[in-house]
Structure formats: C-alpha cells, structure tokens
C-alpha cells in the first residue's frame, strides 16, 4: 500500500482510528501490508489482568467501572489494534450483555475470549463462546438438563436457537452471494425448524458453571459438563444424526463442527463482519469473495478468521471505492459508498486523533459515559440482537432505495444531542484536571489559530489524515477567518471548529 489516502480509509477501517504518524508508519511498514497484518496478528493485550489492577489500585470490586477502564486503555492505547477492534466487532455479533448476563468480571473475561480468538479459527472461537460462563448465564445454557417427568425439567432451547439464528448459519437458506434461496413459489427457505431447535438444545445439555477455588460458581472458566444432566438419547439436528450414547462434550463437539461446516455459515458471518469492519451494503461478489476465504484459505483451512478479516479489509472493490451495492438494477443511477460510524467508533476516532490522556494515572474513567450518551457500549446491549439489527433502514431515502443503515437504529434526535454534548466535553477537557477526566494537548492547535491555512492543513492532517472534503475544508476556514476578523478569542475558535468537524457527515461516515 503506497497511497496516503488509501492508508488513511484503511486505518479507519481496521483500527479505532489512526493516530498522528500511522499513516506514515503503514505505509513504509517493513514487509507491506502483509508485515503490518503479521505484526498485528502477533500481538495481544487483554482485558481482564488489567481490569483486575485497576480495581486493586482504587480498592474496588473488579465492576462495570473496573471493565470499562481497561476497554478504552485497550482501545485508545494498545498497539493490538486490529485485534481489539475485531473483538469489538465480534462483540456486537456473537453478543452477551450485561442487560441480562453478569457484570464485571464475567463479561471483561468474555470479552477477552474474542480477543484472544479474534484470529482463531471460527470453530475454535464458537466452541470458546459457547462454554463461557458469561454465555451460559445471558442465554441461559448453563444449567440446562435433559428432560426429565418427575424432576420437571426440559432442555433449556435459548442458546440452541440463538446461536443458529445469529451466531452461525442464519434465519434462512443462503446463497454464496448472500441472496436467500427460493422455493418454487419464489419463497425464502427457513435454515432451520423448531425440530432442530429442540433436538440441538438436547444436544447441549448437561452443562453448568465451574467452581472457583473458594467454592463459588466461576465467572471466568469454561463451563464443565455434569454427567447426568446430559440427554444421552440419538438426536438428529439439521438432518444430521448424534448417536444415542455420547457424552456432553461429544455432542458438543458435533454439535460445533456441524455448524462450522454448514453452507451458510461463511456468508452469514462474514457478511455481518463486513458491516461492522468496511460498509452497510456490500456488493454480492464482495460478499462471496469473503465468503470464499472463509471456505478456503487457500491452504485448505476454513474459517481461518485471519484470512478472512485480511480479506475484508483488503478486498479489491472496497479498495477501488466500488465496493456497495449498485441500485442500477431498481431504476437508480446513484451508487453508494460506506457506512455510518458508530457512535462508539467516532469517539475512538476522535480521542486517538487527538491523543487524549486519562488524568489518572492508574486507569481510565468512563469520561464520555457511553452507554447513557451513545446509545451503545461494550458488551451493554439492550438484548441478543445487538444495539441494531443488520438489516435495519430507517424510512425514506435510505429505505425507498433498499439500502440498510444498521446504526441509524440508534441515532435518534435525542441521541444525536448527547453524542455531540459528550463530544463538546472531550473538545473541553484540553484543560480539566479532574482525576476522572481526559486530556489533550492543545498547544499546537492554539499556535497556528491565527494562519488560517495551516491551522486547516493541521485538522485536515490529525483529524482527517487527508481525508477532508473540499466543501468541509472550506466550510471550515470561512468560519474560522470569519470568527478572527470578529476578533473573537483562540478558545472560541478552536472550540467552534472542533465541534463543527465532530458534527460533519465527513467525520461521523466512514468514507
């Protein structure tokens, strides 16, 4: 890669956002961009040590507070940066919450089962999100027993019918494009049916919460299987027999490796992961592109989730700019390109933009308060389905056209108001001294106020990284040289235009 603008999309795309010197950094990276994945590849930060630290530091329970510090250190901080923002995608597919699961230090060890399997292979990273323990008590699979008359108990069927219908292969019969197949009738064709719903929650009976060594149920290790709890009846799930006789652990396995190998698997996932990582409306053959990666990595491994996310992230269309969904084919001329951020993404982008610093310095505060201001955070949605459906279009233009805008699902009027009020604080913080606040260094910005061309050089270089629009840029500068000839004050027009560029589609869009 030898284009600075090509860089800089990229880096938006595959981190939390570029920070001064990145773009430079990639682009003379020893060994291309293939040195720069390796290297990303090989590094690893997680959560929970750190979490841990942070509450011994401050005397507290390892809480909420504890795993949201070590989430922005991570995010804002570590140089795993691929790494962390692939768990934050998967995090929104292969999703546990709070809302409904443990607090604290079971959902900061969760989180860390994706980031450690964040380039695993697919099967590996199902297998490690099924026997969490943060999983088995948000879907309810721990404590699942056979059925049993005089007990009263039955197969517990949440986690069977969520991991089929959002963590593996879907609602319905896919296509390698991501189209649905048809029936004769022209019909979409269910991937599954409550028969298989009930025969795969036999299947994963039996398992329950380990015990730490004070005798408590764990909240970090994997969950172990109680021999009698498990339905060792035959089974057939999606047309696929289990021998009467196996043991949890070996229904299990089949259980993973049948969804693993299922056909609509590589589509379904690797289409939610272009969401999340590139754009809303991804063109078919880019879909099967991935998908195709996914089958095959080219060495005859699949699901090999670091070929698939180099695929995403490197793929030829989304490259060229020619990677969304031409609508020709409805009458329209118009193509389309990229993605709305997400509202967590834009403050990332914003604060490594700006290298913004905790003013304690043993951990980071929650400064922006992002689930009661974004409308999301880590491992905080409001249900399974995440904090958007994938699918989602809000009416009018995006809908008419039959485009999906998934995170327009949580841009609401009074949402667009405290993402920006939260934004304004971190624009403030340049000179808070609070213990629970952030800060950044504004000496540089407060130095070129007055040339009006290089103090636009400067936000185009640090916050856009080249990117910036020629309608915004100029924008921009007229109200900046507009605010001077009033003579109003450096903090003004450093404030004014800051949260001018936060508010601006060219900074809230990927793209």
């Not at 950094?25 to 930060?45: M, P």
């Not at 329970?61 to 989430?71: D, F, G, H, Q, V």
Request: proline residues 4%; contains cysteine; negative net charge.
């Amino acid at each position: 890669m030898d284009d600075p603008i090509q860089a800089a999309k990229f880096l938006y795309r595959a981190t939390f956002g570029p920070k001064n010197g990145d773009v430079e950094a990639l682009l003379t990276f020893n060994g291309g961009i293939d040195g720069w994945f390796d290297d990303q590849f090989s590094r690893q930060n997680v959560h929970l040590g750190l979490a841990q630290r942070v509450a011994d530091a401050t005397g507290e329970p390892l809480n909420e507070s504890a795993r949201m510090s070590a989430w922005w250190q991570r995010s804002l901080t570590g140089a795993d940066q691929l790494r962390q923002r692939v768990a934050f995608a998967l995090s929104q597919v292969l999703v546990v919450s709070k809302n409904g699961g443990p607090a604290g230090e079971g959902l900061v060890s969760y989180y860390d089962v994706l980031v450690r399997n964040a380039f695993e292979r697919f099967d590996v990273l199902l297998k490690a999100v099924t026997l969490h323990p943060a999983m088995g008590q948000f879907l309810t699979l721990a404590g699942s027993r056979a059925y049993d008359e005089g007990r009263q108990t039955y197969p517990d069927e949440n986690y069977a019918r969520e991991v089929m219908q959002l963590f593996s292969i879907g609602l319905w019969k896919l296509n390698i494009n991501g189209m649905p197949e048809l029936d004769h009738n022209g019909n979409k064709i269910p991937a599954y049916s409550q028969h298989d719903v009930e025969e795969l929650a036999r299947a994963l009976t039996g398992w329950n919460k380990a015990k730490s060594d004070d005798g408590r149920d764990s909240n970090t290790k994997p969950m172990v299987a109680t021999k009698e709890w498990h339905d060792r009846g035959e089974k057939e799930v999606l047309g696929t027999v289990f021998p009467a006789g196996q043991s949890a652990a070996e229904d299990l396995d089949m259980a993973i490796q049948l969804l693993y190998e299922h056909p609509n698997t590589p589509v379904f996932i690797s289409r939610l992961l272009i969401q999340r990582l590139t754009i809303s409306n991804p063109r078919r053959n880019y879909i099967e592109r991935v998908a195709r990666v996914f089958i095959d990595d080219g060495q005859g491994i699949r699901g090999n989730m670091k070929a698939v996310i180099k695929a995403i992230l490197l793929d030829e269309d989304l490259i060229a700019g020619r990677a969304m969904v031409d609508y020709q084919e409805f009458g329209a001329s118009q193509r389309n390109f990229g993605k709305v951020k997400e509202p967590v993404i834009v403050m990332t982008n914003f604060c490594r933009a700006l290298d913004v610093k905790s003013n304690d310095s043993r951990r980071w505060w929650d400064f922006p308060g992002l689930q009661n201001n974004f409308g999301q955070a880590p491992l905080q949605a409001p249900s399974v389905f995440n904090f958007y459906e994938p699918d989602y279009a809000p009416k009018g233009e995006i809908a008419n056209k039959m485009l999906t805008a998934p995170e327009f699902n949580i841009l609401a009027m009074d949402a667009m108001r405290r993402i920006s009020n939260a934004m304004w604080g971190v624009i403030l913080s340049h000179r808070y001294t609070g213990e629970k606040q952030w800060s950044w260094n504004r000496t540089q910005l407060e130095n070129l106020v007055d040339d009006p061309e290089k103090y636009m050089a400067w936000l185009n270089e640090r916050l856009f990284f080249g990117l910036m629009s020629d309608e915004l840029h100029h924008y921009i500068e007229d109200l900046l040289i507009d605010m001077t000839n009033q003579n109003i004050g450096v903090d003004r027009r450093t404030f004014a235009t800051l949260f001018a560029i936060q508010c601006s589609p060219d900074f809230r869009c990927q793209e």
